[in-house]
């Protein structure tokens, strides 16, 4: 079942009232009109989350590649990622919506859809993290991101030999290591008027 199943109909009818206003009353969104936002000029992955909007496997099973603009219904597909679980659903429902979040969080990172999440392209996250920060140079934050990659692949991989090279985190491997993350309930936006506060605090 898709998750915009689980959204209420007075979230949709907000998120259309949203839609109209970011697309100036248009039919289609575009990139621009996310980047817009005052809210997310805040987020220290704000390419990420405006990207998630126009990745074609966030909205269209077997998808690839990406869009220049959504519907409204592509829209709606991808905020209902966002959404909080309701807490009457059953243990297999709330772990279909957990695996559905994850995947599209991994999505998010894996950015040339090769289905893992490189050395890169994880570091390019970190980066941007730390770099907000502006107490940290460039390299220093190299460095922490290659630690950090260097920790996950032994989250992943366990021990490795001097000679095997870690390609990446699989999906698997990415379910693997944040298994204890309780990402139903924290996995919220509010630059877009729905309630609470991915990343922005």
Request: proline share 2%; aromatic share 10%.
């Amino acid at each position: 079942m898709s998750i915009i199943f689980w959204l209420r109909r007075q979230d949709i009818v907000i998120l259309h009232n949203r839609f109209n206003q970011l697309s100036h009353n248009s039919d289609v969104l575009r990139r621009e009109d996310l980047r817009k936002i005052p809210d997310l000029a805040c987020n220290p992955i704000q390419s990420q989350i405006v990207e998630a909007f126009f990745d074609e496997r966030n909205f269209k099973k077997g998808g690839e590649g990406s869009v220049q603009e959504i519907g409204f219904e592509e829209f709606l597909t991808v905020m209902s990622y966002f959404r909080p679980p309701e807490t009457h659903l059953t243990a297999e429902q709330k772990e279909e919506i957990r695996r559905t979040k994850m995947r599209f969080l991994f999505n998010m990172h894996d950015t040339d859809n090769d289905g893992t999440i490189t050395l890169e392209e994880y570091r390019h996250v970190v980066e941007e993290l730390l770099s907000r920060s502006g107490s940290l140079g460039k390299e220093t934050a190299k460095s922490i991101a290659d630690a950090a990659m260097l920790e996950v692949a032994s989250i992943s991989m366990g021990r490795m030999g001097p000679d095997e090279f870690y390609a990446g985190i699989t999906f698997d491997h990415f379910l693997k290591i944040l298994k204890e993350l309780e990402i139903e309930t924290r996995m919220n936006i509010h630059f877009l008027n729905m309630d609470t506060t991915f990343f922005c605090k």
